[in-house]
């Protein structure tokens, strides 16, 4: 088991007491560290939840799957996926790579002059 430093243990415990019992306070004006502040990159990215979702398995290892071949993270292949269908829904009619290349392959071939 990992040695714990008796000062942070001290911290926690302090922070778990002020928490149980209602005694947090916040102070807009307290100083703050610069190690602290986000950079402004990250400031001004729009802000982001964590979601927990259940599957099947096979669905799970079919999701990893086309992420691996896209060279993504499934969390990314999913908020795509959920922004097209959003925008679908939305009536934004965005058109899919199955359905772009059912109409391509459906236009005659050019002639050769």
Do not use: C, N
């Not at 005694?23 to 927990?52: G, N, Y």
């Not at 096979?58 to 993270?73: N, P, S, V």
């Not at 499934?74 to 959003?86: C, I, K, N, S, V």
């Amino acid at each position: 088991m990992a040695e714990h430093d008796p000062r942070e243990l001290a911290a926690v415990q302090q922070a778990a007491e002020a928490f149980a019992g209602d005694s947090i306070t916040f102070d807009h004006d307290a100083p703050v560290a610069e190690a602290d502040v986000p950079s402004r990159e990250l400031a001004d990215q729009p802000a982001t939840v964590v979601t927990s979702l259940r599957m099947p398995l096979d669905l799970y290892q079919r999701l990893k799957a086309a992420a691996d071949r896209r060279g993504t993270t499934m969390a990314a292949l999913l908020r795509g996926w959920a922004e097209l269908e959003l925008a679908a829904e939305e009536d934004d009619r965005p058109i899919s790579r199955h359905a772009a290349l059912r109409a391509l392959t459906s236009v005659p071939p050019l002639k050769a002059a």
